[in-house]
């Protein structure tokens, strides 16, 4: 079994919807859980990061964590053709330690 | 300003060579670290520093060896290039300390193509 599941997409959807992304995961020792967004040839971008189980919320995007369920989730709100691009989750016990990222997910977005 | 950089964008050569990638930081984080993204864009750990000292070392072969001169480089040397070293390396950096989150920013990347 993997430690962070994420599927791969594509994921399309028509302009101004919802969108939801997903990930689960393994280790009871992650603490932090991270989205990155990355587009085709360029670095990852770190959307919003939380802190053990909990929403947060940051313009468009909303994370939320369930650790109970080792379930984390990205919605974005009022979907642009622009968000269209990879989105990474990520997760990391703290300290020094290197992220654990799943997949990423392809999501397009249709104008 | 870049924050987080990486030299050179583009590499390509062939098998049995050894080469090298640069990464710099001007955030002042004393974390760094390299990752490597395949073809299938699965993104892996690698490397990290704290302090110019090595914290983590994945299951990577010892042809791959990190350097940090100071707080603000680490960059990769590769020895004896193969087919199965062809993918995107990535430089990030964080601050890991009690007024640091997790958060690491990543670099341009780099996509290394052996022949």
């Known amino acids: 079994q993997k430690e962070v599941e994420q599927d791969p997409g594509p994921l399309s959807v028509p302009e101004g919807a919802i969108v939801s992304l997903n990930c689960t995961y393994s280790n009871s020792a992650f603490q932090y859980f991270m989205w990155y967004r990355q587009y085709s040839r360029k670095g990852p971008e770190l959307l919003m990061y939380?802190?053990?189980?909990g929403n947060k919320e940051d313009g468009r995007f909303t994370a939320q964590v369930d650790k109970s369920s080792k379930y984390i989730s990205l919605f974005i709100r009022d979907s642009q053709p622009s968000d269209s691009a990879t989105y990474l989750c990520a997760m990391t016990g703290g300290g020094a330690d290197g992220l654990t990222f799943g997949k990423g997910t392809h999501l397009i977005i249709q104008p | 300003d870049t924050a987080v950089s990486q030299t050179p964008k583009y590499l390509v050569t062939q098998m049995g060579n050894d080469k090298s990638i640069k990464c710099e930081q001007n955030?002042?984080?004393?974390?760094m670290y390299w990752y490597k993204q395949d073809s299938k864009k699965f993104l892996k750990i690698m490397f990290s520093y704290n302090n110019k000292e090595l914290i983590i070392n994945e299951t990577v072969p010892n042809r791959f060896s990190p350097k940090s001169p100071d707080k603000a480089h680490l960059n990769l040397h590769i020895n004896s290039l193969e087919l199965g070293d062809s993918a995107v390396y990535f430089c990030?950096?964080?601050?890991?300390?009690?007024?640091?989150?997790?958060?690491?920013?990543f670099g341009p990347g780099t996509r290394l193509t052996v022949l």
């Open positions: 990030a950096s964080s601050h890991h300390g009690r007024t640091g989150g997790p958060e690491q920013f």
């Open positions: 955030l002042g984080h004393d974390t």
């Open positions: 939380t802190y053990s189980s």
